[in-house]
Every structure is written in structure tokens, then in C-alpha cells.
């Protein structure tokens, strides 16, 4: 019946006096990845701790898998699982102690806890490095090992507060096929991030927030839709034409235009009137190297999406 | 295609697992145990301080002062000893309290709250290993005292019941810089906490020498506090076996032990 992974309804959360968390409403599916996405000091990690019932909210409530997470932490306990920003193993330990140790504390018995240590180590390919102090792991290894302390009982949901930041390009992707075969597997993600290639790589749907509110909600097309149809990008050559370029774009188009290198861009709300914009370009003889018209990045997307939101606070 | 292998390989280690039973109270207190055993196995140097370190104050104390403030070392020896082995094993209190701290700053204690345990067990666990510490750094002094001429005259019996009290009183003392570890920002922190309420009274009480040689109003606090009746009492016991005292501070830190671990519950 219950569909609903999480259920997240006015969630407020305030330290001191800096309201962190602004009337916060979430509905995450079951069974698939879900992004939250936003700059640094946004309260993604503040949400994950309240979700994960590591911290009491303030005001409006949380439900897992149809739990409260005040009322019944240990019922929500038994079915998440955390991998944190911070260290989430000990670093002082090699990664099969680490493992073995975590296992005990689950309820495994020696034995079969050394098993599933060799289990999840093999599965993660870090079988070599099994005997060696976590803290001379590389940034990708450590992550593994991370995650592989998360499922040591394997979670319904699994919180992954930013995986991938100070990752390598290769390592980063060790962590997305890690986290495509969980969910393939079926379980439910909920991964933070403030790179928006990884929330549109991976993310069935994502949630941006800001300054603790949520600005934007959907999958990655929706986001990228709801910032405006269409995007004009247009490169020129020589950069004495910016200007005469910019002011005929603006005439035509009626529209505003930023300017980046050599680059023109703007939404675009009647795509019909670009052709007699290029036909004018031509005119006066301004050479393009460079032309699209497309729907926008999600970086463009959550660009217009924050600096709205900032807007809206302080006007 | 190495994708599609790993693919497989992680989906099989998450399906089909089942949750083991919750681990008992004991069970989890021994699994934080074996923690802080490995971490002395990865790193022996941590154990100087219950090794060589109270060797060389023992040494140092007894010939450097000895002879100043007794007439002979043998005789400072005497009196020197219980004190300076409470002083050394107060020292090693901090050693939970700072772990603590580190493990709620750098993120891993996360782990442990989200873990079907009681939670107490994190610390219980360290602190058990704790015991072992102030152990061999007792063995080692009361050794080496034996060897350099320290002639208990509460005997065997005398000795052991000191030993026993230190053992009790540093495992309540321990509590204190437990609750540090919480509520404090760094470990560097608690160690200047420590070093300034463990540094003064270890010189104002009777550690080192008779505090009836003391000004008056030190002489006042030292009749108050638990840490003075603690050295007070290590030394009545191991000279002279009196056990009313050393009753008397057990029953005060018993009963602050459960004061913090009602805080600690809170804190958490
Ligand atoms: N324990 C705390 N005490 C006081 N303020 C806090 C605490 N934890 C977080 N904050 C504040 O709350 C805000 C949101 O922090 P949070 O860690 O949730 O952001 P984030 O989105 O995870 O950022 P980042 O991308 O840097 O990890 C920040 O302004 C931070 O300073
Ligand atoms: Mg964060």
C-alpha cells in the first residue's frame, strides 16, 4: 500500500538562531535514486542526519518506509543504512578489521562475521588491500570501503551523503556502477551531491535546495524544462562583434543576453524568431563558429533555479 | 562487460542477506573492546605511558628528590610510590575521553548510533581496555619499587586492596573526561582540561610530599576532595590496610559514576 520510500512534511530544523532546514517537503519513491542536490551549506547533510534519525528535528515530521523517525527510530534503524560525508570507518584500523568489527556490532557471530567481511571486500575488489590501515587507502578505496560498511546488512534505503566528492573521474565512476547495481538489486539511494553531472547521470529524480529551502523538484528533463524551453548559445569569432552581436540578438529576440568568452546565450521563448536573428548576424558580416539551440544544462537549470531562490529571500 | 561482472557481484552480496539477532549488551562491550586492543596492536608506541613513562618518573622522583626531601631515597621510596602510582594512573584516564571525542569529530560515531547496540557499550568497551593499561602501569611500578627497596607494611593484602581501589577509582575518574569528549571541541581541549585540574592537584595533595607542610588553606581543600582522599587512602592502604577511607571515596565515585552516566545518556 505504502508506495512512499520517505515521507518528509514541513521539516524545520534551526542551530542557534540560523534556520537550516525551511519547511522541507520531500516524497521519494521506493526503488530508485533519488539526488539532493545543492551548494555548499544548503542543508543536504542536515537532512540526511534527520532522515537517518541521527538528529531531532525541530518542527514537521519524517516517515520511513511508513515510520516515524521519532517514534520509532529503531524500527527505521534496522532498515536504512548511512555512509556519511565525514569518516564513516575507522581509520586507524585496516579495512577487514573494520568490517569484522562492524559486522560483530550488527549481531553476527565471529565467524560468520569474517565471512561476510571477505564477502563484501571481494565484491568490492579490495581484496588486496584487505590488510591495510585504512587511512593509507586512495580517496576511490576509502569510498568502497565506505559504502561496503554501509550493507554489511543490506539496507532498504541507503543514504550516500556526497560519495564522490574529491574523487577521481575513474574512481567517481567505481561509485556510480555501485550505486546503478544497488539499485538494480532494489535498493532505494538518496545520494547528496553538488555536482549536477552526477544528479543528471544518476538520479531518477532530484530535489534542489537552498539555504535549507526546496527550490525545485522532478526528474533531470523536468528541471532542465521548467527553466525555459529553449537555449540559444551562439560563438562568434572576433570579439570587437560582441557587443554589435549582443545588441541584435537583444533587438530581435527580445530577450536578455549574457555574455561568456566569446559566447552568447540566452532563453529563447519563440525559437521561430532565431533564424532572422542568424539572417541579421550575417548581415553584418559577424562570423559564427558555434551555434545551438536546445533545451538548457541542468547547470544553466539550477543556476536560474538558485540565484531565483536568493532573489526571492532578499527581495 | 567488467561492468556488467561487477554488476552481478555487488547484487549477490546484498541479496539473500539476512539480519543476524541483535547483539547482546556484552557482545557489542567486547566487539569495542577488540577495537581498542587492535588499535594497540597497530600502534605499540601508545603504551609508553604505561610503560616507560612511569618507570621514569619513579626513577626520577625517588633519587632526584629523594634525598632532598626524605634524607634517603629508600625512605622517600616509602612514601613516594602509592602516590606516584595513582598520579600515573590518573593520567591514563584521559585515553577513552579523547577517543571519544575524536570518533564523534571525525564522523564514525554516526556509524555507531545507527547500529542496533546499547550505546553505552562504545565507551564501556575502551574503558574495560583502560583497566588493562592502569594494570600494567601498576604491575610495572609496584615492581620496580620492589626492586629499588619500597617495603609496604600493609603486605600482600594491603597492596592489593590499593590496587583494587586505583583500578575502581580511575574507571569512575575516567567518566569525567567521557563527558568531556562530548561536550568538548577538540581532543587538544580535553587534554588542557585534563592538564589543569589533574597537574595542580597532583602537586597540592600528597602525592609528593606531606600536606600538613602545606599552607593552610591548601590544606583545607585537600581534606575535601575525592582525588586527595583517593591518594590519601592508596597510601593508608598499601602502610597501614585501613579501610574506612578508601570505603569512603569508593562510595563518592560510585556514586558520581552513576550521576555521569545518567548525563551521558542524555548527552547521546
Ligand atoms: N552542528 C551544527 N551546529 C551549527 N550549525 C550547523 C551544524 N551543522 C550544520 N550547521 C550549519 O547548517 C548549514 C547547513 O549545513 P549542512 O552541513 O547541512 O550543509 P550541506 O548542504 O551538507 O553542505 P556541504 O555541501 O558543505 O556538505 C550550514 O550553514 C552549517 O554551518
Ligand atoms: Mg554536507
Redesign the interface.
Same mark, same amino acid.
Given at each position: 500500500m505504502d508506495e512512499l520510500a520517505i515521507e518528509v512534511k514541513d521539516l524545520v530544523k534551526s542551530f542557534g538562531k540560523e534556520r537550516v532546514l525551511d519547511r522541507l517537503h520531500l516524497s521519494i519513491p521506493k526503488g530508485i535514486v533519488y539526488g539532493l542536490l545543492g551548494p555548499n551549506g544548503a542543508g543536504k547533510t542536515t537532512t540526511v542526519?534527520i532522515l537517518?534519525?541521527?538528529l531531532k528535528p525541530d518542527g514537521g515530521h519524517v516517515k520511513i518506509l511508513g515510520y516515524d523517525t521519532e517514534k520509532h527510530a529503531?524500527e527505521v534503524?534496522?532498515r536504512?543504512?548511512?555512509t #556519511?560525508? @565525514?569518516?564513516? +570507518? $575507522?581509520? $586507524? /584500523?585496516t579495512g577487514l578489521?573494520n568490517l569484522v568489527?562492524?559486522a560483530?556490532? /550488527? #549481531? @553476527?557471530?565471529k565467524k560468520?562475521a569474517k565471512e561476510?567481511a571477505r564477502?563484501?571486500l571481494? *565484491? %568490492?575488489?579490495l581484496e588486496d588491500a584487505a590488510k591495510r590501515?585504512v587511512k593509507n587507502y586512495s580517496g576511490g578505496m576509502r569510498r568502497r570501503i565506505d559504502i561496503a *560498511?554501509s550493507?554489511i +546488512? *543490506?539496507p532498504e534505503i541507503l543514504f550516500l551523503d556526497e560519495p564522490t566528492t574529491g574523487l577521481d573521474p575513474e574512481s567517481r565512476n567505481e561509485v556510480w556502477? +555501485?550505486i546503478?547495481? %544497488?539499485v538494480?538489486?532494489g535498493?532505494t539511494v538518496i545520494l547528496t551531491t553538488q555536482y549536477l553531472e552526477e544528479a543528471d547521470q544518476l538520479a531518477d529524480r532530484i530535489a534542489v535546495i537552498n539555504r535549507g529551502k526546496l527550490i525545485a523538484e522532478g526528474t533531470s528533463n523536468e528541471l532542465k524544462d521548467s527553466v525555459g524551453l529553449s537555449r540559444l548559445h551562439i560563438t562568434i569569432v572576433s570579439e570587437k562583434d560582441l557587443n554589435e552581436a549582443k545588441k541584435i540578438l537583444e533587438q530581435k529576440l527580445t530577450i536578455e543576453v549574457q555574455i561568456e568568452g566569446m559566447t552568447l546565450s540566452a532563453q529563447v521563448n519563440n525559437p521561430s524568431l532565431v533564424a532572422s536573428a542568424l539572417g541579421e548576424l550575417a548581415n553584418r558580416q559577424i562570423e559564427i563558429t558555434d551555434f545551438s539551440l536546445g533545451r538548457p544544462t541542468l547547470d544553466e537549470a539550477f543556476l536560474n533555479l538558485t540565484s531565483d531562490s536568493i532573489g526571492g529571500v532578499e527581495g | 562487460m567488467s561492468h556488467e561482472m561487477d554488476h552481478t557481484r555487488l547484487q549477490r552480496v546484498i541479496s539473500g542477506v539476512k539480519r543476524p539477532e541483535n547483539p547482546s549488551m556484552l557482545q557489542a562491550t567486547l566487539a569495542f573492546s577488540s577495537r581498542a586492543l587492535i588499535k594497540i596492536k597497530h600502534v605499540p608506541e601508545q603504551m609508553f605511558d604505561v610503560t616507560v613513562f612511569p618507570i621514569i618518573f619513579l626513577m626520577m622522583f625517588t633519587y632526584l628528590f629523594g634525598g632532598a626531601l626524605s634524607g634517603s631515597a629508600t625512605e622517600y621510596l616509602q612514601y613516594l610510590l602509592p602516590g606516584i602510582l595513582v598520579m600515573t594512573v590518573i593520567q591514563i584516564t584521559m585515553y577513552t575521553g579523547t577517543e571519544l571525542n575524536n570518533d564523534i569529530r571525525k564522523g564514525i560515531f554516526d556509524r555507531f548510533k545507527t547500529l542496533p547496540i546499547w550505546l553505552p557499550s562504545t565507551l564501556v568497551g575502551s574503558l574495560l581496555v583502560d583497566v588493562i593499561r592502569y594494570s600494567i602501569a601498576m604491575t610495572i611500578m609496584i615492581s620496580l619499587g620492589f626492586i629499588l627497596g619500597f617495603r609496604p607494611d600493609g603486605g600482600v593484602v594491603g597492596v592489593s586492596l590499593a590496587v583494587v581501589t586505583i583500578l575502581v577509582f580511575s574507571f569512575c575518574f575516567s567518566w569525567i573526561w567521557t563527558t568531556l569528549g562530548i561536550l568538548m571541541r577538540s581532543e587538544k581541549s580535553i587534554m588542557m582540561a585534563s592538564m589543569m585540574v589533574i597537574f595542580p592537584l597532583t602537586f597540592i595533595s600528597n602525592v609528593f610530599v606531606d600536606p600538613e607542610t602545606l599552607p593552610g588553606w591548601l590544606q583545607v581543600r585537600s581534606d575535601k576532595s575525592d582525588l586527595f582522599t583517593d591518594y590519601g587512602c592508596s597510601r593508608i592502604n598499601a602502610r597501614n590496610s585501613n579501610l574506612t577511607r578508601s570505603y569512603l571515596s569508593n562510595g563518592s565515585c560510585s556514586h558520581s559514576f552513576h550521576h555521569l552516566c545518567t548525563t551521558y545518556n542524555v548527552l547521546i
Open positions: 542526519r537517518s534519525t541521527l529503531s534503524r534496522k536504512i543504512s548511512l #556519511g560525508q @565525514y569518516a564513516s +570507518v $575507522d581509520e $586507524d /584500523l578489521e568489527m562492524l560483530r556490532l /550488527l #549481531g @553476527y557471530p560468520q561476510r564477502e563484501l571481494e *565484491a %568490492f575488489r590501515l *560498511a550493507i +546488512v *543490506a556502477e +555501485v546503478r547495481a %544497488f538494480k538489486g535498493t | -
